[in-house]
């Protein structure tokens, strides 16, 4: 159960778009359409951001959107928000039928 | 309104128990999936359990966890529950219940967390 593989931390400017990629194996991202992406703020719990790959919830503004090709996942932040600044997880569903995390995605809004 | 509140937290010394609880409201519980997840401090998210809607016959852990955690339900009290064993200085975090709000695949509805510390 090794966590999947995200960048450290991004950066962007208002306005700009960013995207967080988010790698594992065929025996999770790739093999099913069930990753989903979470948003977390200091101190609170995670919140729902995309789930099954590219739909969102409602609620969740249409900036964020996801996407899949091969291996690797990717969430996309478009026209970026200071408020938008928080911490990012990728999951998804394994072979195993257990869940894995990504490590987490620091953004920070320049 | 979804609510879920976790308790049973605290300090407990390495090779202690603790129960922890999450109590939901707002929702019929017996038709979600729901999960255990975790969050050591300054740490990632770590996927703990999960276990299937209605009569939680399906159940699955993580190896980290695996014959020392158990998970359960009770949907006539809208309550999920985590028993931990045998507990570890690597244990300590904050723990999270979360359910499958959409595909099941998901945490959709989180709680806020209790903390679970392993000292002596």
């Known amino acids: 159960q090794s966590a999947l593989t995200q960048p450290a931390s991004v950066s962007g400017s208002p306005g700009q778009s960013i995207t967080i990629s988010c790698t594992g194996t065929?025996?999770?991202?790739?093999?099913?359409?069930?990753v989903s992406w979470y948003q977390q703020h200091p101190g609170k719990a995670p919140k729902l951001m995309i789930y099954d790959v590219s739909n969102r919830p409602s609620g969740v503004p249409d900036r964020f959107s996801g996407s899949k090709s091969g291996n690797t996942a990717s969430l996309t932040i478009s026209g970026l928000q200071a408020e938008d600044e928080a911490d990012y997880y990728c999951?998804?569903?394994?072979?195993?039928?257990?869940?894995?995390f990504g490590g987490g995605t620091k953004l920070t809004v320049l | 309104e979804v609510q879920l509140v976790e308790s049973g937290g605290g300090l407990v010394q390495p090779g202690g128990s603790l129960r922890l609880s999450c109590a939901a409201s707002?929702?019929?519980?017996?038709?979600?999936?729901v999960n255990w997840v975790r969050q050591a401090p300054g740490k990632g998210l770590e996927w703990v359990s999960y276990m299937s809607s209605s009569t939680g016959r399906t159940i699955y852990y993580a190896d980290s966890v695996k014959g020392r955690f158990t998970i359960s339900r009770d949907n006539a009290k809208n309550s999920l529950y985590l028993q931990m064993n045998s507990l570890r200085a690597e244990d300590t975090a904050v723990y999270y219940c979360?359910?499958?709000?959409?595909?099941?695949?998901?945490?959709?509805?989180w709680g806020q967390g209790t903390l679970v510390t392993v000292s002596s």
């Open positions: 999951s998804s569903y394994t072979s195993s039928s257990t869940r894995v």
């Open positions: 065929s025996s999770d991202v790739g093999g099913y359409n069930y």
């Open positions: 979360a359910l499958g709000a959409y595909s099941g695949y998901d945490f959709g509805y």
């Open positions: 707002g929702f019929t519980f017996s038709s979600y999936e």
